[in-house]
């Protein structure tokens, strides 16, 4: 094969508006699939976050109790609680105020220093019992879970910090950077009296699922205290196979229990497979909707690629002849269209790899963006190359075809 | 040089079988300078399309420079249009696209030639044809004379040892044919072999030996290039 850049590049100013409107056509491309790839994949990475939780098998219930005795509910929560457990094919319950992709819950800053006048960072706090961490399938690291007998029961409004508390490992090394975090203490609730951490899990997600909680994911505090209110939450883990079925029986049994009680149909009780499948259902929209332009640019590009060679290939029909006529081989031919479309496409990525980053640096400024990662503009590279070559392909291999007799019909 | 025995090319389409040339025999020595007359649709374009390897025939054998043809690959016969052929079209057929100099080099760079020996060939092709000024001009901005002098110039500059010429002077005034026809004498003096398609007599005349074609077949009308003159007159008419 013997193809040669300098007569390509001076064919191709003699068809400027054609090079011109492929190259900016890559451009673009490049330039929305980079960025809109880089978005999927934030969105994709921001689903995957695990909860530290044991999902499977979780059920939860979201509860309001109405009429007399809602506001002092201790003795309706320990009716539930009761009742939940003793169903057959529950292993565990728990009652807590909020759970990791719930969407609110309590947040507060956590500071070493009582006087200090800024927190260490903030973080969110879990008002359990002592079934929390089996129930949610948590893994302590480091120290011990909470006993019944430190179990308090207190009003929300005026919550005292409670003597003992379980953090989170990424909590734990972000205010204790030395790792020794058990048995240390700890201000999180202004500089009311201090809490001694007596136990480290694994893992343990805040409930927010957006970008809220973005600076501290992982940072949570459970409390040995219940809440006393007409809101709750209960987590139920079932035994295995046994979920579908106490997606039925848990609120007919609660019912039984006590019947002064709101269950809503969508949020009442659900697997926490429908709580995860709710709590990212933009971010997933989003990453489809970013993945169907993607494929459309993708798709157009190409086919402009496609119709602008076969067009070009129609068009110079005789003096493809006529370069056959004159000793080029086929393969000679294949490389004109193939080194044709590349000179394009590498115009084409060279201002769209501009675009790319322009575009991003617009969307860091305007929305909540990060910097564009280049191994997406370099594989976004590769890729439009990699598309442009295949897309001249059918049209190139046509005009190797064409007979060096072309350049002998009269015109 | 070039010589074909019971050549036969058969056009198939879905209706018709057409016989572009049959039983067709000729035999051109090296350093001949032949011209190939024959009234309009005869087969003359045909014969010089099988002989410059842009077409495959039916039938018979064709041995150019001792090599038979039919066996040659398409990657071969590209490289021996490259190398032993200069073609020079009735249509010019020089590469709107690309100016003087880069049609001229068209041929040189398929043979794979470096840079330098590459242009020191193209400007002594243009210097033949007198139009080395006009390098950077595109074959638009040219007369049609001028537009067959670059031709003849890119027929030239990979120094072919056979040029085949389809009515080079048809599309010319008179005046531009001569300076055609001289510039294809000088070039038949300095060695090359010559076959040359032509409707003009006059030209014909000028040759070393004439082939007349009627019918796809050669009909030999001898030596002299008068009587053949004639006689291509009034088959013509
Ligand atoms: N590609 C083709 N398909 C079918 N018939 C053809 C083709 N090319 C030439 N012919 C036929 O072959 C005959 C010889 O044509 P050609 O060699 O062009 O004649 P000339 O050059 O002497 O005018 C004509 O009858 C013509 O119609
Ligand atoms: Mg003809």
């Not at chain 1, 709710?278 to 989003?286: F, I, P, Q, S």
């Not at chain 2, 039919?70 to 032993?84: C, G, H, Q, T, V």
Request: hydrophobic share 45%.
């Amino acid at each position: 094969m013997n193809v040669q850049i300098q007569p390509i590049l001076a064919a191709l100013k003699r068809h400027k508006a054609g090079t011109l409107l492929i190259a900016m056509q890559i451009a673009l491309t490049l330039a929305i699939v980079c960025n809109a790839t880089f978005i999927i994949r934030e969105r994709l990475a921001r689903v995957a976050r695990p909860t530290g939780m044991v999902e499977t098998h979780l059920l939860t219930v979201q509860n309001r109790f109405v009429g007399t005795g809602a506001t002092s509910s201790e003795p309706l929560v320990k009716a539930d609680l009761a009742t939940l457990r003793q169903i057959p094919g529950v292993v565990d319950a728990t009652a807590i105020n909020s759970y990791p992709l719930r969407g609110g819950g309590w947040s507060m800053g956590v500071q070493t220093d009582p006087d200090a006048r800024k927190a260490i960072t903030a973080a969110t706090l879990y008002f359990a019992d002592d079934h929390a961490v089996a129930t949610m399938g948590l893994k302590l690291i480091a120290g011990r879970n909470f006993r019944a007998d430190e179990i308090s029961w207190q009003d929300a409004q005026k919550v005292e910090a409670p003597g003992e508390i379980i953090v989170s490992k990424a909590l734990a090394d972000k205010v204790f950077p030395d790792g020794h975090a058990l048995g240390r203490t700890v201000y999180i609730m202004g500089n009311a009296r201090p809490s001694t951490i007596i136990g480290v899990v694994e893992r343990l997600q805040t409930p927010w699922s957006g970008t809220f909680a973005d600076n501290f994911m992982e940072h949570s505090v459970l409390l040995p205290i219940q809440l006393t209110g007409a809101f709750g939450s209960y987590l139920v883990r079932t035994e295995p196979g046994r979920l579908d079925a106490l997606l039925k029986t848990v609120p007919a049994q609660l019912m039984k229990t006590n019947r002064m009680r709101v269950l809503r149909d969508d949020t009442g009780v659900r697997s926490f497979a429908e709580v995860r499948e709710a709590a990212y259902k933009t971010d997933r929209g989003m990453a489809l909707l970013m993945t169907v332009v993607c494929v459309v640019l993708l798709a157009i590009t190409a086919a402009g690629i496609v119709g602008l060679t076969s067009f070009w290939v129609g068009q110079r029909r005789r003096q493809i002849g006529v370069r056959r006529a004159l000793g080029a081989t086929r393969s000679d031919i294949l490389g004109y269209f193939l080194t044709e479309n590349l000179l394009i496409g590498l115009a084409g990525v060279v201002v769209g790899t501009a675009m790319a980053v322009g575009l991003n640096l617009w969307m860091v400024t305007h929305f909540e963006m990060h910097r564009l990662s280049m191994v997406y503009v370099a594989v976004g590279v590769v890729a439009l190359l990699l598309i442009g070559q295949g897309a001249v392909l059918a049209p190139a291999l046509r005009a190797s075809r064409v007979s060096p007799v072309e350049a002998t019909r009269s015109v | 040089m070039l010589k074909m025995t019971h050549l036969s090319k058969v056009y198939r389409t879905e209706v018709v079988e057409t016989y572009a040339l049959r039983d067709f025999n000729i035999d051109v020595k090296e350093g001949e300078f032949v011209a190939v007359t024959g009234p309009s649709g005869s087969g003359k374009t045909t014969f010089l399309t099988i002989a410059g390897l842009l077409e495959t025939f039916t039938g018979g054998t064709y041995h150019l420079d001792g090599i038979e043809v039919s066996r040659l690959d398409d990657n071969a016969r590209s490289k021996i249009r490259n190398e032993k052929i200069g073609f020079i079209f009735q249509a010019f057929n020089l590469i709107p696209d690309l100016n003087v100099y880069d049609n001229v080099e068209v041929p040189l760079r398929y043979r794979g030639m470096k840079g330098p020996e590459r242009k020191q060939r193209i400007m002594d092709a243009l210097e033949r044809v007198g139009l080395a000024s006009r390098a950077k001009h595109y074959p638009a901005e040219l007369s049609g004379g001028q537009q067959q002098r670059v031709a003849i110039a890119r027929a030239l500059a990979g120094s072919p040892r056979l040029l085949l010429a389809d009515e080079p002077t048809g599309n010319l005034d008179t005046q531009m044919a001569r300076g055609v026809m001289e510039l294809l004498e000088e070039i038949h003096r300095e060695g090359a072999t010559i076959v040359m398609v032509t409707h003009d007599p006059e030209l014909a005349a000028r040759a070393q030996r004439n082939v007349h074609i009627i019918d796809g077949q050669v009909v030999d009308l001898g030596e002299d290039p008068r009587f053949h003159a004639h006689a291509a007159r009034a088959v013509d008419a």
